[in-house]
Nanobody, 117 residues
């Protein structure tokens, strides 16, 4: 059974840090482009960060460059998002996505991140 399960969200003060994790089952993340998206209330879902297949390359939204780092552990079949210097505008539900050309995309159920004092 294919599944993506995110964890690590929570409430944090501005300037704080969180580390999100996405555990995959039923497929190998090493064969997929893995991404983190986020969606704030009333806004469209947006791409935050991407790790290309085998983890050779990464891309980030301009709004998170220098603050967020995406990484993967192919041996553990997981992808993580280290978020530092969090801002209130980072508040959103964060989703993990797996993409591979000619294959079905997979999404996790999301984890809530709230940045507030």
């Amino acid at each position: 059974q294919v599944q993506l399960v995110e964890s690590g969200g929570g409430l944090v003060q501005p300037g704080g840090s969180l580390r999100l994790s996405c555990v995959a089952s039923g497929f190998l993340v090493s064969k997929y482009r893995m991404s983190w998206y986020r969606q704030a209330p009333g806004k469209e879902r947006e791409l935050v960060a991407t790790s290309t297949e085998l983890g050779f390359g990464t891309n980030y939204a301009d709004s998170v460059k220098g603050r967020f780092i995406i990484s993967r552990d192919n041996a553990k079949n997981t992808v993580s998002l280290q978020m530092d210097g969090l801002k209130p505008e980072d508040t959103a539900t964060y989703y993990c996505k797996a993409h591979r050309v000619k294959f079905t995309d997979y999404w996790g159920q999301g984890t809530q991140v709230t940045v507030s004092s």
